[in-house]
């Protein structure tokens, strides 16, 4: 029965391309590395017609300038109003004036109400940054992995080998990054890159979209890899 689980669990995971994230970045098993960046939003609409077109001059440039890939991704979120409650609770507890106590209750009751019948929603937007190893280093990674898999001892060149794509890599990465964040900035637009909780959290979610909504992911820290 353990073997079942252990095998069922193995094939699971076989299905996802990420092999781990470190870093602030996702290593996908194929080689390749990832950055999220995790933007802020504008109000298009209530921008003049001028700042509209400057706002889209200034994004049809970002991509101009773009040589790579990127990917925009949008998820939606559910609000946790837990700690919004809390400060409302806490500020309540320091109001002196009746009329104004009774108006800061009222208000944490209204809410209440209306996150019991209705979910409120967030939406948050990321830019996904790639950064993938040469053809000939995959033929290559290719060839060794199937090397491995007749000598699956690992190696200290072996080590030294993945540390260094990896640090290829990440140079590569770090440059792009910081070309996406200037070009957004440009836009009007605030990026920031996800660190590694985030990252974990953010596919977490993906993944598991109903469980993540009642079931955090905690310290990652107080977790074993098997």
Do not use: W
């Amino acid at each position: 029965m353990k073997n079942n689980k252990k095998n069922q669990r193995k094939s699971t995971q076989s299905f996802l391309p990420i092999g781990e994230i470190k870093n602030d970045c996702v290593v996908l098993k194929e080689g390749g590395i990832r950055a999220v960046l995790k933007v802020s939003t504008i109000n298009f609409n209530l921008k003049s017609e001028e700042e509209q077109l400057s706002t889209l001059s200034s994004y049809q440039q970002f991509l101009n300038t773009l040589n790579f890939p990127i990917q925009i991704a949008v998820q939606s979120r559910k609000v946790d109003l837990a700690s919004y409650f809390r400060k409302i609770e806490e500020r309540e507890s320091e109001i002196e004036n009746p009329l104004l106590k009774s108006q800061a209750h009222d208000y944490k009751e209204y809410i209440e109400k209306i996150s019991e019948y209705a979910d409120i929603m967030e939406k948050r937007f990321y830019v996904v940054v790639p950064s993938d190893p040469s053809r000939r280093a995959v033929k290559q990674n290719f060839l060794s992995q199937l090397f491995e898999r007749l000598s699956p001892e690992d190696s200290l060149a072996k080590v030294k080998v993945r540390y260094l794509e990896f640090k290829s890599l990440r140079k590569t990465l770090a440059d792009r990054v910081s070309l996406v964040e200037g070009g957004l900035v440009r836009c009007g637009l605030r990026a920031t890159q996800l660190t590694n909780e985030e990252l974990i959290d953010l596919y977490y979610r993906s993944y598991n979209p109903a469980i993540s909504q009642f079931e955090k992911v905690g310290n990652v820290r107080n977790y074993t890899i098997i």
